[in-house]
């Protein structure tokens, strides 16, 4: 397990255990590859971040990050993989997050993309992300880094 400070000074701890904080946790956040490229979204408030959102009821967090991915750019997943889980103790409550890698098949386009601008394609993740003030907070912290280090160790980009 990991601890860490997030964006807003808040103590994180990530873990790529399965299900350390919760079996159900509320949030999901998906990052996404489409075509060799990074596939994130424009969120209307916070920035340009991968796709997540809340967990509705009567589905479970995998149905939820899939959903998510659909409303938020359009993709339609092909593969889906569990990464890991991360817990927040923020000044608005506990949050735990449940994190995927998935593979984008397609793009769809939607009438509107609910509290978001539509997908955002990158090549490449900028290194400047923690400066760039069209980032998301959450792309700002080890949660991402560290995320994107055990999606390549476990091979999911092939």
């Not at 449940?98 to 386009?109: K, P, T």
Request: proline share 4%; aromatic share 14%; with cysteine.
């Amino acid at each position: 397990m990991m601890i860490f400070q997030d964006y807003y000074q808040n103590e994180v701890k990530l873990s790529f255990e399965n299900h350390p904080f919760s079996k159900d946790p509320k949030h999901v956040w998906v990052i996404c590859r489409y075509k060799g490229q990074w596939l994130l979204t424009q969120h209307k408030e916070r920035g340009i971040e991968f796709p997540g959102g809340k967990v509705e009821i009567g589905e479970d967090a995998r149905q939820a990050a899939i959903r998510e991915v659909d409303e938020e750019t359009g993709g339609q997943i092909g593969s889906i993989h569990y990464v890991g889980q991360y817990f927040v103790d923020g000044k608005g409550g506990e949050v735990i997050k449940n994190i995927y890698f998935a593979s984008i098949d397609e793009l769809n386009s939607h009438p509107h993309f609910f509290e978001t601008r539509g997908p955002v394609l990158l090549k490449e993740l900028p290194s400047s992300i923690q400066e760039d003030a069209e980032y998301s907070f959450m792309m700002k912290d080890q949660v991402l880094v560290q995320s994107i280090k055990y999606i390549q160790k476990q091979d999911y980009f092939n």
